[in-house]
Nanobody, 122 residues
């Protein structure tokens, strides 16, 4: 498995979680993204980070609450999620593409993790 996502769980509204995505390859020149899919809904882009300048990008629905970051030495990408809300409940996937510029299109990502479940409920 090229990417292994972890860190999901059950959290009350307003709580935090940090997701991790461990790459099995040297990731310095890869852009990464997080997507999510809730039951009965289409997959949704959440956030992405480039490798060239590590600039982050966020969907409007999570801007100001989520923070994406990367640690190339640890081969890991993180998604810090704060002030979680019930509408954030979904299966979260990390994805990578062998190109430095991030994208919000799932079609351009070649590598995917297995998904980690995030449930926000009281």
């Amino acid at each position: 498995v090229p990417l292994a996502a972890s860190g999901g769980g059950l959290v009350p509204p307003g709580g935090p979680l940090r997701l991790s995505c461990l790459a099995s390859f040297k990731m310095d020149y890869y852009a990464f993204a997080w997507f999510r899919q809730a039951p009965g809904k289409e997959r949704e882009w959440v956030s992405a980070i480039s490798s060239s300048d590590e600039s982050p990008h966020y969907a409007d629905s999570v801007k100001g609450r989520f923070t994406i970051s990367r640690d190339n030495a640890k081969r890991t990408v993180y998604l810090q999620m704060d002030n979680l809300q019930p509408e954030d409940t979904a299966l979260y996937y990390c994805a990578a593409k062998n190109y430095p510029v991030a994208s919000m299109s799932a079609a351009v990502y070649s590598y995917w993790g297995q998904g980690t479940q995030v449930t926000v409920s009281s």
